[in-house]
């Protein structure tokens, strides 16, 4: 037998194990066969909308500088004791990018669902590894948390 012919089921096998978790979801999608490749890369992408309330929101272009600064007085309230304005690493992931990395709704379901995005998005859980820290639930409204949004964009230079 050669390396190739040994490698592949040993891929196989090792791409199920990790498939395998308590998500009573991944259970049903192996029972009716659907691979488990499409939710990884669909979960982790830019196009993904993550967990939660939040399944379209629209963005003003330009963007509304009103809502910026409150986002931005928010962000200095309670979040930059952990996210800092660049790309660098506090105790969180820096900001810079963030639009370009995540989507709105992303965003929006994070600050609002962060419990539940921890718990079983990929994206979020694959950060908390990084991280080591898990960020704790924060009590905005959804009207402070797309504030925040907007700060963001604003940070990233979008317009
Ligand atoms: C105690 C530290 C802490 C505070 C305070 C905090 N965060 Fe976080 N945040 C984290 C950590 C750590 C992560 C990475 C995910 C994880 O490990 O839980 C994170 C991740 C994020 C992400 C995802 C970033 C990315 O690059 O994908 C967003 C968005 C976010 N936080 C928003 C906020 C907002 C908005 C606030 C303030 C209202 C806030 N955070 C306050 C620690 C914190």
Redesign the pocket.
Known sequence: MNAKALFIPTMISAFFFMGCNNNPQSAKEGSTGKTKTDTVVVSQGINSKGIGRFKDVPLTHPLDNTMAENGKE??G???????KLTDEK??????K??TD??SPE??MN??TN?EVM?DKDL??QA??????????K?D?TDE??RQ?LEF?RQNDGKN
Do not use: N
């Open positions: 928010i962000y309230a309670k979040c930059s004791a952990c996210h506090l105790v969180g992931p820096g900001w990018g963030v990395r995540r992303w965003i994070f600050i962060t921890l994206a979020a950060e908390v590894v990084t991280c080591l820290v898990r960020m704790p924060q905005l402070q948390a925040i963001m």
